[in-house]
């Protein structure tokens, strides 16, 4: 990428930071507000995995006492067939990858796999972390990506956390324009694109997108492998989890929106 391009690539992201932070001022916190009293506290203490398991990691209990998402799903008519098209391309084509991978990488090596990819993504943490002023932790993110670069191999192996006790504070641009007051906006799903958005996140995955420093080192191909192989590992590690899952939800398209806008819902809260 030619410098030309970065510069073109940074301004973009502000003036899509500034117009988005504007909008969020415009809401103001009410909409956060709303968004605290519209779903239940119970049931969030629970931790769940990351990614996409982590948002179907709920009972259909549960999920029945968040009926009133539902209204945020306005294109549920486009949204369930796409649901049900990157369920089958799970079931096809991921899925078998996963279990070929598994089968060839004992856990330990794919955990430490994750943790290095996921080490690359501080500055997304960093940098929203001071956007909702949570200065601690965003110094936090800085000792912990020092600390695992350095004696940590590169982030392969999480010392912070494990050796020292430092957990992890992930913050994403979704969850800033939250804390500033912008409303989720209808509930979304995209082909070949598995995990749920809102409207808010899905500008959000924008803003972290251009915050990752591959993208301006590495070309496309590249940083699109990393991505890949970081999404078929953790569907390797996960591969319990969501057999467990599928054979225990009768409506599952219902159960990952409503665990999804729960989950969001508190991660803005905390």
């Known amino acids: 990428m030619t410098t030309d391009g970065r510069l073109a690539g940074l301004g973009g992201a502000l003036v899509i930071f500034l117009a988005a932070l504007a909008l969020s001022l415009g809401s103001g916190r009410t909409a956060r507000a709303e968004e605290e009293q519209s779903v239940p506290t119970e049931s969030l203490e629970t931790e769940?995995?990351?990614g996409f398991v982590g948002y179907i990691m709920?009972?259909?209990?549960e999920a029945a006492a968040l009926d009133a998402e539902a209204e945020q799903d306005p294109w549920e008519r486009f949204n369930e067939p796409m649901f049900r098209f990157n369920r089958g391309l799970d079931r096809h084509i991921i899925k078998p990858v996963a279990t070929a991978w598994d089968a060839v990488f004992p856990d330990p090596i794919q955990r430490g796999m994750h943790n290095a990819?996921?080490?690359?993504?501080v500055v997304r943490r960093v940098v929203n972390n001071a956007f909702?002023?949570?200065?601690?932790r965003a110094l936090k993110e800085v000792g912990r990506f020092t600390i695992n670069t350095t004696i940590g191999f590169a982030g392969f192996v999480d010392v912070a956390k494990d050796g020292m006790g430092i957990q992890q504070s992930d913050e994403d641009f979704g969850q800033t324009l939250g804390f500033w007051?912008?409303?989720t906006g209808p509930y979304l799903i995209l082909p070949l694109y598995p995990p749920p958005l809102t409207i808010r996140d899905g500008v959000g995955n924008v803003m972290d997108a251009l915050m990752n420093p591959l993208s301006y080192i590495l070309p496309w191909g590249a940083k699109l492998g990393i991505l890949t192989?970081?999404?078929?590992?953790e569907r390797s590690l996960n591969l319990t989890t969501f057999q467990r899952v599928e054979e225990s939800v009768v409506d599952l398209y219902s159960a990952v929106r409503n665990a999804y806008l729960q989950r969001r819902a508190a991660a803005i809260r905390e």
């Open 48 to 50: 769940a995995p990351s």
């Open 58 to 61: 709920l009972n259909e209990a």
């Open 117 to 121: 990819i996921d080490n690359l993504f």
């Open 132 to 136: 909702q002023l949570k200065w601690n």
């Open 181 to 183: 007051g912008a409303k």
């Open 229 to 233: 192989t970081d999404g078929i590992n």
